[in-house]
């Protein structure tokens, strides 16, 4: 089998390497991939949302499967593109269609789809400013902190957690007036939730479905969760929290409704359902869904797959799941995040990589690199993922973070204390 990976971060190297374990990949593509990726598989000079020139190379090289990464491509209706081509639609796309994607695409849609389908969530309005009246009372009858969401895709950054009310009606205010582009021209406002934060990782067919694995993932720069949001700093799986009460709960209240909610919807749904979820008390409510894998998720959860996921690709594709016996490692894996410095603010690139070949106890994923002159340079944010197993939390995270010292590079930074709330 030819496949296609789109992506250019962790998530798609771990994909990569995942998938170059299969007896049924024959040839394998990243667009654009980073340095990582180049040592597994041929990148593409491509961007993901550039679909002529996608379409062009599925064709020239007959592929038959495209796995997408990141959101976006999804959200601007990759796989209504390959449908909707007669010689494309052959191709197997593993990511919704556009009607689906707006589960991440848009707040008040995902808002509006866990009403329907009884998916327990917090307490939300949605704004313009054509209601803002109706935002400034709703914001009233809240406890603070108050939680403004802008509705659109805004890279991560979107929403803004305000104690003052004074504060968040002005901010409701300036989101609409254009904070965050037309991201923001609709705000979802929302009751806080109080409570522990997870995420949990569904690959569905559309009709049938597994349970990847459930995963904890770190955004914030400062260490004790202080400090801007970043994509993440790390990641654990599995959570112990998430025991096996709470995991049916999930299981019976969120996932089988989302399911089954796509289907009563007539949004086909084929690919990785990431669903934030907080843990209040003892029951799980829904933050937020994603279509696609979390990064640094991915780079936790994949490793403890001991399926095949080549062939648990194909059937995805083949509409199959149901007879695909899915076999997950015990262990607990997490990951380290190392990033450039300044990142999650101004950060500088190019930046040589060594040490790489230093790492014994641990699998590097690439996120924000490349190869220039035969070396390996930083080319993101977010540079390297170090994961490691462990029978404990102590055990995996000690191997990260003793990989995390081997590796190099001007101006590295990552937070030592991952996993600091589950000890
Ligand atoms: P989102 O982009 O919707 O995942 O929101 C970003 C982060 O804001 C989440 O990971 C949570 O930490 C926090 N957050 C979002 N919604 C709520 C909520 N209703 N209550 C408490 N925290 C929230
Ligand atoms: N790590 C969070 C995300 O991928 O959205």
Redesign the pocket.
Same mark, same amino acid.
Do not use: A, D, H, Y
């Given at each position: 089998m030819k496949v296609l990976v789109l992506g250019s971060g962790g998530r798609e190297h771990a994909f990569a390497w995942k998938l170059s374990q299969s007896d049924k990949l024959d040839k394998l593509y990243v667009a654009p991939g980073n340095a990582g990726t180049k040592e597994l598989a041929e990148n593409v000079n491509i961007d993901p949302n550039d679909f002529e020139k996608v379409r062009t190379f599925v064709l020239d090289k007959a592929i038959d499967m495209v796995i997408v990464g990141p959101e976006d491509p999804l959200v601007n209706g990759i796989h209504d593109f390959f449908l909707a081509d007669e010689k494309l639609k052959q191709v197997a796309v593993i990511g919704p269609e556009k009607a689906a994607a707006e589960m991440e695409g848009s707040?008040d849609f995902a808002k509006d789809f866990m009403a329907r389908h009884n998916i327990p969530t917090?307490q939300y309005r949605s704004i313009t400013s054509e209601n803002l009246e109706e935002g400034y009372e709703f914001l009233e009858t809240l406890k603070a902190?108050y *939680?403004l969401?802008a509705d659109g895709l805004a890279a991560?950054k979107? *929403?803004l957690?305000i104690e003052d009310l004074e504060e968040a009606k002005n901010s409701l205010k300036e989101m609409i007036g254009g904070m965050f582009g037309a991201a923001s021209a609709t705000v979802v406002i %929302? %009751?806080?939730?109080?409570?522990i934060?997870l995420s949990v990782f569904v690959l569905t067919d559309g009709k049938n479905y597994k349970v990847l694995a459930e995963a904890k993932d770190y955004?914030r720069i400062g260490e004790g969760d202080t400090g801007l949001?970043t994509g993440g700093m790390g990641a654990i799986s599995p959570v112990h929290f998430a025991n096996e009460e709470f995991m049916s709960k999930v299981e019976e209240r969120v996932i089988k409704p989302t399911i089954d909610g796509f289907q009563k919807d007539k949004t086909p749904f084929v690919g990785f359902v990431f669903i934030?979820l907080?843990k209040v008390g003892d029951d799980p409510?829904v933050?937020?869904y994603n279509v696609r894998m979390g990064d640094p998720e991915t780079e936790v959860v994949l490793p403890r797959i001991k399926s095949d996921f080549l062939e648990l690709m194909i059937a995805v594709a083949d509409k199959k799941l149901d007879q695909f016996e899915l076999e997950l490692d015990e262990r607990t894996v997490t990951t380290v995040m190392l990033v450039a410095g300044g990142y999650p603010e101004a950060y500088e690139k190019g930046k040589t990589i060594s040490g790489i070949d230093q790492v014994t106890d641990s699998i590097v994923f690439h996120a924000g690199t490349t190869s220039k002159n035969n070396e390996v340079v930083t080319n993101g944010g977010r540079v390297i993922a170090v994961s490691s197993y462990g029978d404990t939390i102590n055990s995996a995270l000690k191997k990260s973070f003793n990989s995390a010292e081997k590796i190099q590079f001007e101006g590295k930074n990552y937070r030592k204390d991952i996993g600091f709330d589950l000890q």
């Open positions: 707040k917090s902190p *939680v969401k991560g979107g *929403v957690i %929302e %009751e806080f939730l109080s409570g934060e955004k949001n934030g907080m409510f933050i937020e």
